[in-house]
């Protein structure tokens, strides 16, 4: 490396990962496109290597930018959780907290909680990251997290708020067509909805429900929302959270007594945020208002 590059650079790196374009990173960073190619011709002349090569669909990393990717991804994280932090000495509650959910909760729980939330507090920003994977707190790529397993990492201040119930359910038009199973067994003669990348957890559930396997699906999508659409939709028997079918009376559950499974439910923040009006408001509020959706 010829000299230490500047941050502007990784920055602009960072950006053109992810929208795949310099067009779309400078508008991300407003920039104009001359200065973003700047950048990343500075940064390439800097690391000694090409890093991205132009192709029909944009610009496509090469083998020495996927290299340097976790590095600068984490250097821009742990530049955006240091401005965070800073801002958080404030005691009022005001500026950015960036909450990390999984799909379902983020889609069917979370806009009402933070719609209320946003009303308490006027100058509360929120950044939702909505992924069933596991945003690492600890690196501030999230500062409160909702998660469905027991957190495990030191530093970091947990509440459990109870656990959310899954199990089988249908739209009500697709049982008055196919009928509804008396049995475990009688699942294998249904259209099914599940996964299709199997995931520890699944191989867990799946030990004890042989009948959910992936070769008996009928549709198969990794996607949780994918899935409760498609269950709404009456294409088959799938797994949703018992208190969003509950509130909509055309989902019907089927096999409650043969088929459950509990949730636990988290909500974590880094313990570095506890002096932070602003997490702690959206911590407490997050507590509170979950709470009714789970059972102790």
Request: hydrophobic share 45%; proline share 5%.
């Amino acid at each position: 490396m010829s000299s230490e590059p500047s941050w502007d650079l990784y920055r602009t790196f960072a950006a053109v990962l992810r929208e795949g374009s310099l067009s779309g990173a400078a508008r991300t960073l407003g920039l104009s496109q001359p200065s973003a190619a700047r950048h990343i011709d500075s940064l390439e002349a800097a690391v000694g290597s090409r890093l991205f090569v132009r192709t029909p669909r944009g610009l496509s990393p090469t083998d020495a930018a996927l290299e340097i990717k976790p590095f600068v991804e984490l250097l821009v994280s742990t530049s955006a959780a240091l401005v965070r932090t800073a801002e958080g000495r404030a005691s009022e509650v005001d500026g950015t907290v960036r909450i990390s959910a999984s799909e379902v909760v983020g889609t069917e729980h979370l806009p009402p909680i933070l719609a209320r939330l946003r009303q308490r507090h006027p100058a509360l920003t929120i950044e939702l990251s909505l992924s069933n994977a596991l945003d690492d707190l600890l690196q501030r790529k999230a500062d409160i997290a909702i998660r469905m397993v027991r957190p495990e990492q030191q530093a970091l201040v947990s509440k459990r708020i109870g656990s959310i119930r899954l199990g089988l359910h249908a739209h009500q038009a697709y049982l008055a067509r196919r009928g509804t199973p008396v049995s475990l067994e009688e699942l294998g003669r249904h259209d099914l909805i599940g996964y299709d990348v199997e995931t520890p957890a699944i191989r867990a559930i799946a030990q004890h429900y042989p009948a959910l396997t992936r070769s008996a699906f009928a549709l198969r999508v990794d996607s949780d929302v994918a899935q409760l659409a498609a269950i709404r939709a009456g294409f088959g028997i799938g797994v949703c959270q018992v208190p969003i079918a509950t509130s909509e009376p055309d989902l019907m559950r089927v096999l409650p007594d043969a088929f459950a499974v509990d949730l636990e439910t988290w909500v974590v923040m880094h313990e570095d945020l506890r002096s932070s009006a602003r997490c702690r408001a959206v911590f407490d509020a997050l507590v509170e208002e979950l709470a009714p959706l789970v059972h102790r």
